[in-house]
T-cell receptor, first 110, second 116 residues
Framework: SQQGEEDPQALSIQEGENATMNCSYK?????LQWYRQNSGRGLVHLIL?????REKHSGRLRVTLDTSKKSSSLLITASRAADTASYFC??????????FGPGTRLSVLP | NAGVMQNPRHLVRRRGQEARLRCSPM?????VYWYRQLPEEGLKFMVY????????ESGMPKERFSAEFPKEGPSILRIQQVVRGDSAAYFC??????????????FGPGTRLTVT
């Protein structure tokens, strides 16, 4: 299994500010994925970045990947109250069990 | 304590046939999630079930797909009249908790469905 470990565990910001959360992992990867989860719901896939990519954008999301440091960051720009959720990274794939770290709990205050 | 079990690991179906994917949650877990993963993509949520109840099926295609989690036995994801676009890896996860936060969802190894 390949586990991601997110940092910080909790983050509280004002609406309109940017939120940055980090993920570290242990083994070599083909890709890394970020997910969002609202309480009691399934995981929602946000973005996938391949091991040969350094940066990827999707709307207000920006993901970076540093394979030399085995770390990734997720930046949410111009945050909204609706962004309040837990965010997780994962590196699993078919044949490798997905294991998620504790996640970052993001609270966006109006 | 055995982990989440899925079978079969590989399933090949011809177009128009039915596919049945089974998931046995970890002992004591009464919540099951199904996800689909297309090549080079992340997991996509399909459905969340408790025993004998569908809690959230917002990710399920409107037609041909159904899921159940009976009082006894495994959870079943059923795909009728499969098409080539259904080819993917299907994962289930189980959780002991109502909240089912990601790190408390224990994932199975997946079933790779190939439609020829």
């Amino acid at each position: 299994s390949q586990q991601g470990e997110e940092d910080p565990q909790a983050l509280s910001i004002q609406e309109g500010e940017n939120a940055t959360m980090n993920c570290s992992y242990k083994t070599s990867i083909n890709n890394l994925q970020w997910y969002r989860q609202n309480s009691g719901r399934g995981l929602v896939h946000l973005i996938l970045i391949r091991s040969n990519e350094r940066e990827k954008h999707s709307g207000r999301l920006r993901v970076t990947l540093d394979t030399s440091k085995k770390s990734s960051s997720l930046l949410i720009t111009a945050s909204r109250a609706a962004d309040t959720a837990s965010y997780f990274c994962a590196t699993g794939d078919y044949g490798q069990n997905f294991v998620f770290g504790p996640g970052t709990r993001l609270s966006v205050l109006p | 304590n055995a982990g989440v079990m899925q079978n079969p690991r590989h399933l090949v179906r011809r177009r128009g046939q039915e596919a049945r994917l089974r998931c046995s949650p970890m002992k004591g877990h009464s919540h099951v999630y199904w996800y689909r993963q297309l090549p080079e993509e992340g997991l996509k949520f399909m459905v969340y079930l408790q025993k004998e109840n569908i809690i959230d099926e917002s990710g399920m295609p409107k037609e041909r797909f159904s899921a159940e989690f009976p009082k006894e036995g495994p959870s079943i994801l059923r795909i009728q009249q499969v098409v080539r676009g259904d080819s993917a890896a299907y994962f289930c996860a189980s959780s002991p908790l109502t909240s089912g936060v990601a790190y408390e969802q224990y994932f199975g190894p997946g079933t790779r469905l190939t439609v020829t």
